[in-house]
């Protein structure tokens, strides 16, 4: 006489469920965001020369204004790089990314400082963003500051230094950057603050302009603030050395 022995069957751990699900939704957002990024992913030739485009940025203040006629008329006049001074293209580069012309999009050397003074102090108080990372921003994306926005910063200044000239970039900054509420580039800001092209800027006023860039609509030549003060005169430092 024979017998014979069912095994049942081991039901997989909740564990092992929650492993497996969490690896297949992962999979899900990473094709949703790979759809997403070709969805919104630049023609880079119509960007490598030519006239600047406008920016995200830009195009969401005017839809702003629409929605609250009080909001200052936008400000932009997009300059060739032979009409910005090079005092004044030198002092954007010291006080927003001093190794610009050395790394490809992402600073580590800056991005490690950030991260030792952080944590030092507690909080997050320095950012890392370089200047091909804050013309994609301001391009293509939006302020936010979630890590997926974040991560599509990353592919994208990462494609765009393949793909533009650091000339053609740092252009594309300087006419795209924000210098006060509905101020965009320089030439407005130039023609906004003190009445003359960006041609005409002496240095002192392109120390400035520079200096408004952390937070244009709070500390500008117009608000003059101290702490905008305090951020001219770092920034003539490292200018004079």
Do not use: C
């Not at 929650?18 to 919104?40: G, K, N, P």
């Not at 400035?208 to 609509?217: D, Y």
């Amino acid at each position: 006489m024979r017998f014979f022995s069912h095994k049942r069957r081991r039901q997989p751990s909740l564990t092992g469920r929650l492993v497996r699900w969490s690896f297949r939704l992962l999979l899900l957002v990473i094709a949703i965001d790979t759809l997403y990024l070709v969805h919104i992913w630049p023609d880079w030739r119509i960007f490598t020369e030519g006239d600047i485009k406008q920016s995200r940025f830009i195009t969401d203040y005017l839809q702003r204004t629409k929605a609250n006629p009080h909001l200052p008329p936008l400000r932009w006049q997009p300059v060739s790089m032979q009409q910005i001074p090079s005092h004044l293209q030198r002092a954007v580069i010291i006080a927003e990314d001093a190794r610009f012309y050395s790394h490809r999009g992402i600073d580590f050397v800056a991005l490690q400082d950030a991260m030792n003074t952080n944590i030092r102090k507690g909080r997050i108080k320095y950012g890392a963003s370089t200047l091909s990372q804050q013309t994609v921003k301001n391009m293509f994306l939006t302020a936010s500051r979630d890590p997926l926005r974040k991560w599509h910063e990353l592919v994208l200044t990462l494609a765009m230094e393949t793909r533009l000239s650091k000339r053609r970039i740092l252009q594309t900054y300087l006419n795209i950057a924000e210098f006060g509420q509905g101020i965009y580039g320089v030439e407005a800001a130039s023609r906004h603050y003190w009445g003359i092209p960006a041609s005409r800027l002496a240095p002192w006023q392109s120390l400035q302009l520079a200096a408004s860039l952390p937070s244009p609509v709070k500390h500008n030549p117009a608000s003059g603030t101290r702490v905008f003060w305090q951020r001219v005169r770092r920034i003539r430092r490292w200018y004079n050395r």
